[in-house]
């Protein structure tokens, strides 16, 4: 005996269910301008990188001690801006839109699609509080040119960052650990 069972139509309101979900689901390619936008970003961020490198090397010969330490720190800081935003275009992508398959594996960041939202906010706040530190550390090497003022808000900015950061960290242990 043969199985002929029948498989129920479907409803109208599944239909429309089905066409919502497919409709909610497609959405998510939405995001992708974004993170062109992104790389565009990180293309104008490039520019500023080679600018200021040129005019470091140019003022090398006749530099003090302070202000070569001043260019590299400037360096440093375009560099950990474009690395949080690789780190927010991969991981934002392969979260919301689409696994990036066609990525050789050879040429594939150990962390990409293993940074989760909760991995990747802390470590975008993390990069936030070094990005910070660096800008303070500049004004530190260049005290004589900040107000009192202007020296005070930087600290506040940058503590306010750093406390960020922990009550942020605390609270993602809180919550794994609840789970």
């Not at 301008?33 to 990180?42: A, C, T």
């Not at 090398?60 to 275009?89: Q, R, Y």
């Not at 005070?152 to 009550?167: D, E, K, P, Q």
């Amino acid at each position: 005996m043969s199985d002929t069972s029948v498989v129920p139509a479907e409803t109208s309101a599944e239909k429309v269910e089905r066409g919502v979900e497919k409709a909610l689901f497609a959405s998510r390619w939405l995001m992708a301008p974004f993170y062109v936008g992104l790389m565009i970003g990180l293309f104008a961020l490039m520019v500023v990188f080679l600018r200021d490198l040129a005019v470091f090397v140019t003022k090398i010969p006749t530099a003090k001690e302070s202000d070569v330490i001043l260019g590299i720190l400037t360096l440093i800081d375009l560099s950990l801006a474009g690395n949080l935003v690789i780190m927010v275009v991969f991981s934002g992508y392969e979260n919301f839109v689409s696994k990036m398959e066609h990525v050789p594996t050879k040429d594939r960041p150990e962390w990409m699609g293993s940074i989760d939202f909760s991995a990747l906010k802390m470590k975008l706040l993390a990069s936030i509080v070094a990005i910070s530190a660096i800008h303070l550390l500049k004004a530190f090497m260049n005290v004589g040119a900040m107000s009192d003022r202007e020296m005070m808000w930087l600290v506040v900015i940058h503590v306010t960052f750093v406390m960020s950061g922990v009550l942020m960290a605390l609270t993602d242990k809180f919550a794994s650990s609840a789970k």
